[in-house]
Each structure stands twice: as C-alpha cells, then as structure tokens.
C-alpha cells in the first residue's frame, strides 16, 4: 500500500460507478479508510461486496440538508475526492431550467458545500487534508452542447483556486484534474458517435481517449504527499488537447 494513505480517511462522492468507483476502489487498496457517497443504492451494495473495508453512504448530492447531516456524522476525514457530477448534453437554445439547476446542484454546489463541510472537521482536527476536484477539459474550452457542463467545470476549476487561497493557511491542498473523455456511462453516453468521438480524438495529440486508471493516477497523485507543495492548480489528464 502507498504509505501516505495507511489509515487516512477519505471521502470520494459519486463513488459508485465510473471514475469515482475506481478511485474508491484503489484509495482502499492502498490502505485508506473509505466512504464512498453515491446516489444509486445498488451501486454501493456491489462496491462493498468489491472491496468490504469500503463505508458505504447513498445520498442524492442535490439534496443540501441530507449532505449536511449525512456527510458531517461520517466525517472527519483528511481526503476527499469531489468527483460526483451529471452531464446533461443540450443545445445552447434548447437547454432547460432544470437541466441547468441540477447541473449547477451537483456540479458546482455540492463541491462547495461537501468541502465545507469536510474542511470545517478539518480545521477543528487541527489535521492536514487535501481535496481533490474532478473538473474537465470542458472548463478551459468551448464544446458542443456542453453550455451547462462547461460553465460548471468552469466555476468548479475557479472555486478551486479560491479554496486553496482560503484552505492553504489551515493546511489543505486543493486542486483540480481536468480529464479528456473516459469511456465510463458518462462517456459512453455523450461519446459513443463514431464520428462524433473520432472527431474530437483528431483533436488530441496522443490520439486517444483517457483510461480510468490514468484520470486515478492523477487523483491519488494529488492527494498524496508527493503533491505537497502543489495547491490552486489544475493536473491536465488530457493527451495534449488543451494545447492543441
Ligand atoms: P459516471 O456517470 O460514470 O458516474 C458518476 C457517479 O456519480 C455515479 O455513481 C452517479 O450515481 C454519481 N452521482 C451523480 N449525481 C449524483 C448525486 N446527485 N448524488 C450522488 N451521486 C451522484 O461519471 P464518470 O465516472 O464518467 O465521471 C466522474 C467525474 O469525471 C465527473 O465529475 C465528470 O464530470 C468527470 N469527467 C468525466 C469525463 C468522461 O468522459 N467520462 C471526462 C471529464 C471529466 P448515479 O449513477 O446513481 O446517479
């Protein structure tokens, strides 16, 4: 087990499929006590049956009063992983209301208020932490029917940097990873076109799609000692496609 997560308590939300699962998945291998938030019931049912050490927490992150009372029983925790999120793909025009709301309630909201939460225990713990936010490549670049999703990773990416203004002095790291497309239910949702996907992997020069494990890689690395002295920025998990 990587040794700066022995024992370390971690809360990683959106944790029952995908990135998040995965993340949950490795940050128990490596030795850490994990909760793992996530709305669908099921989901956690079979990453406990996965990975038994793992604590499990369903909750709906758009409720705010169930975060509040839910995440702030299970805490202190010294890592968390804001990796919960929707991607409701809509024209500009034709975007809705509540599209957009549960796009910002989700995305952006519960990322604050999570860390809040989280932060505060920390403070009082008087203990280090670091958090990490799982942001896109969508918040430096304008894509396709992304108006939603691009402004909230947006506003997640400049939170950050505020968090870390704010956190710094209490010890916590915060910092975002701006994955390219993964081929997760997300993924696949949005990317599955053929010409769409081919499309946007012309437009990155390693010529391919991020795996899990590489968006993963990137998370632990920043929650890690490894990261110490890095807080306020954004870890590009992109092949190249935002300097392309
Ligand atoms: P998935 O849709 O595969 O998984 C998302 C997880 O978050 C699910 O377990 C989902 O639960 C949970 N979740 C969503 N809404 C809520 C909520 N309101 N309350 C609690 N849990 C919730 O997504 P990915 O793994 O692909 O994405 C993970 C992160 O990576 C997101 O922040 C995403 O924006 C980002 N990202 C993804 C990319 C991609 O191409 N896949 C590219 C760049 C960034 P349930 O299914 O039960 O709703």
């Known amino acids: 087990p990587h040794p700066s997560f022995r024992g370390r308590r971690a809360l990683v939300t959106g944790a029952g499929k995908g990135i998040g699962r995965a993340v949950a998945v490795a940050l128990s291998r490596a030795g850490a006590r994990v909760t793992a938030l996530s709305r669908t019931a099921a989901d956690l049912e079979s990453l406990v ?24 029983a299970a805490g202190p925790f010294e890592l968390l992983v804001n990796n919960a999120a929707v991607a409701e793909l809509q024209p500009f025009l034709e975007v809705t209301r509540e599209a957009l709301q549960r796009s910002l309630d989700v995305n952006f909201g519960a990322v604050l208020h999570v860390s809040q939460i989280v932060a505060r225990q920390m403070i009082a713990q008087g203990a280090a932490g670091a958090i990490v936010n799982v942001s896109s490549q969508a918040s430096q670049r304008a894509l396709r029917d992304h108006a939603v999703y691009c402004s909230t ?16 002095p209490h010890k916590i790291r915060v910092n975002t990873v701006n994955p390219t497309v993964v081929m997760t239910d997300m993924g696949r949702i949005n990317w599955s076109d053929p010409q769409k996907s081919a499309a946007m992997i012309n437009r990155i020069p390693l010529g391919k799609f991020a795996e899990v494990d590489d968006v993963v890689n990137s998370i632990l690395f920043l929650l890690s000692g490894k990261s110490a002295m890095t807080t306020g920025s954004s870890l590009m998990v992109d092949g190249g496609f935002l300097v392309s």
């Open 153 to 168: 990773k947006s506003a997640l990416d400049m939170l950050t940097k505020v968090m870390a203004m704010e956190l710094g």
């Open 49 to 72: 049956r996965e990975c038994p050490g793992i604590e499990p927490l369903c909750l709906d992150l758009a409720d705010w009063d169930a975060a509040e009372a839910a995440v702030g």
